[in-house]
């Protein structure tokens, strides 16, 4: 707290001062990033060469054909009303700017409201995979891009099914069945129905290429990811010799049993329900346990674009081949319109109009705020939020 002069009134300072505080480490923070990177930049060219004559440095030719191409994502919201919780889920549909339009274009949404309880978390990442799944299944597109991994559906549903909390298993079967989620799992795991789908993931921090390279080419690298390693190393329209993933053999989609007091379903249909699901969606996956065979699972690479500067990390079938992988890097590259764009402009533009789920809560909060009875007087205890707002109030 400071006293201004002037006006000789107290006022409060503790926001400035923390900036303040902030900002004095920025030197500090600065000097530590270079000190990290300062080794591989120094490595760089070797590393380059090495991996050059390696045949470990894959060009990408420009391509040579239009396609059409498409991405799915998801966004959710899990508004904590002082009574209940409120889940607002979408996933939809974005085209490539430089591929052919076909103005094939969906959305799929699911809300509830619940008491508040355990994994609600988990119930909205399984709902969201589930809409995803769906829409990529029901897409009929050349090239179709997953918003993640091959695994992030598979995390998400085995989560969501091994809650503690029976009704967000009971929730995410019946999910699950209604999507008809277990058969789009399948097809996208699935060496010949998924040959079409790529899985871009953007938050990534594997390093499995820095080990292999420090491993097989005796480079002492610093840890970095994978994908700084690709960015320093390849030049635009350049992409890393794909490599199979190497612990995937362990994914699994399982269920919890009803055996702690409190669990018990009021349904043992329901819990029939469940074992079934998640025996459907653990089949469904096992071609990524197969990965290590030739032929077969998955393929993973980085591709830095033509127009780049930055690298994007591709997860494509592995069933055709290298040559398959370097002709989606091709059509990927050209969606790179920008030098800092780090994901296919379909996948951008997918991932801002999913953010758009947010406002689509806040509206759907008003409209119910207009059909609660006028007269009641427990019904803003539905409406009545805890989240601060910057512009008052938290209704």
């Known amino acids: 707290m400071r006293t201004d002069g002037a006006a000789g009134e107290?006022?409060?300072?503790?926001?400035?001062?923390?900036?303040?505080?902030?900002?004095?480490?920025?030197?500090?923070?600065?000097?530590?990033?270079?000190?990290?990177?300062?080794?591989?930049?120094?490595?760089?060219?070797?590393?380059?060469?090495?991996?050059?004559?390696?045949?470990?440095?894959?060009?990408?030719?420009?391509?040579?054909?239009q396609v059409t191409l498409a991405a799915v994502d998801g966004g959710s919201v899990i508004d904590q009303m002082y009574a209940a919780d409120r889940l607002v889920i979408a996933a939809l549909v974005a085209e490539g700017m430089r591929t052919s339009r076909t103005g094939e274009l969906h959305h799929a949404t699911w809300t509830r409201t619940f008491a508040h309880q355990l994994d609600l978390d988990r119930l909205s990442d399984a709902v969201m995979s589930c809409l995803e799944l769906q829409l990529l299944h029901g897409i009929n597109y050349q090239i179709k891009i997953f918003d993640g991994s091959h695994q992030t559906p598979v995390i998400a549903l085995n989560s969501a099914l091994s809650s503690r909390n029976p009704k967000v298993r009971s929730l995410t079967a019946e999910i699950v069945q209604e999507t008809g989620a277990a058969e789009a799992l399948r097809s996208m795991c699935d060496g010949t129905a998924g040959l079409c789908i790529v899985g871009l993931p953007k938050a990534d921090s594997s390093t499995e290429f820095c080990q292999k390279y420090s491993r097989d080419y005796t480079f002492n690298l610093p840890p970095i990811t994978d994908r700084l390693l690709a960015t320093l190393v390849l030049e635009p329209g350049e992409m890393l010799l794909p490599r199979k993933p190497e612990n995937w053999h362990?994914?699994?989609?399982?269920?919890?049993?009803?055996?702690?007091?409190?669990?018990?379903?009021?349904?043992?249909?329901?819990?029939?329900?469940?074992?079934?699901?998640?025996?459907?969606?653990?089949?469904?996956?096992?071609?990524?346990?197969?990965?290590s065979r030739?032929?077969?699972?998955?393929?993973?690479?980085?591709?830095?674009?033509?127009?780049?500067?930055?690298?994007?990390?591709?997860?494509?079938?592995?069933?055709?081949?290298?040559?398959?992988?370097?002709?989606?890097?091709?059509?990927?590259?050209?969606?790179?319109?920008?030098?800092?764009?780090?994901?296919?402009?379909?996948?951008?533009?997918?991932?801002?109009?999913?953010?758009?789920?947010?406002?689509?809560?806040?509206?759907?909060?008003?409209?119910?705020?207009?059909?609660?009875?006028?007269?009641?007087?427990?019904?803003?205890?539905?409406?009545?939020?805890?989240?601060?707002?910057?512009?008052?109030?938290?209704?």
């Not at 049993?257 to 025996?279: C, D, F, S």
């Open 250 to 291: 362990g994914l699994h989609i399982q269920f919890r049993k009803n055996t702690e007091v409190g669990e018990i379903e009021g349904n043992p249909a329901t819990q029939r329900l469940v074992e079934m699901t998640a025996r459907e969606l653990d089949a469904a996956i096992e071609p990524l346990r197969n990965c």
């Open 294 to 395: 030739a032929g077969h699972g998955v393929g993973i690479t980085y591709l830095k674009p033509h127009k780049s500067n930055t690298c994007i990390k591709i997860e494509f079938k592995a069933s055709q081949g290298k040559r398959h992988g370097v002709w989606l890097a091709s059509i990927l590259s050209a969606e790179a319109v920008s030098p800092h764009m780090q994901e296919p402009y379909a996948q951008f533009v997918a991932d801002l109009w999913a953010k758009n789920v947010s406002m689509a809560a806040d509206a759907l909060g008003a409209a119910i705020r207009h059909k609660l009875s006028p007269n009641s007087t427990w019904a803003q205890y539905l409406t009545l939020g805890y989240r601060t707002q910057t512009t008052g109030g938290n209704w």
């Open 10 to 65: 107290n006022q409060l300072t503790l926001p400035a001062d923390m900036l303040e505080s902030v900002l004095h480490d920025a030197r500090r923070l600065a000097d530590e990033a270079e000190h990290l990177l300062a080794p591989v930049v120094e490595q760089r060219d070797r590393l380059r060469l090495v991996l050059g004559e390696a045949e470990q440095i894959v060009s990408v030719p420009e391509p040579a054909e």
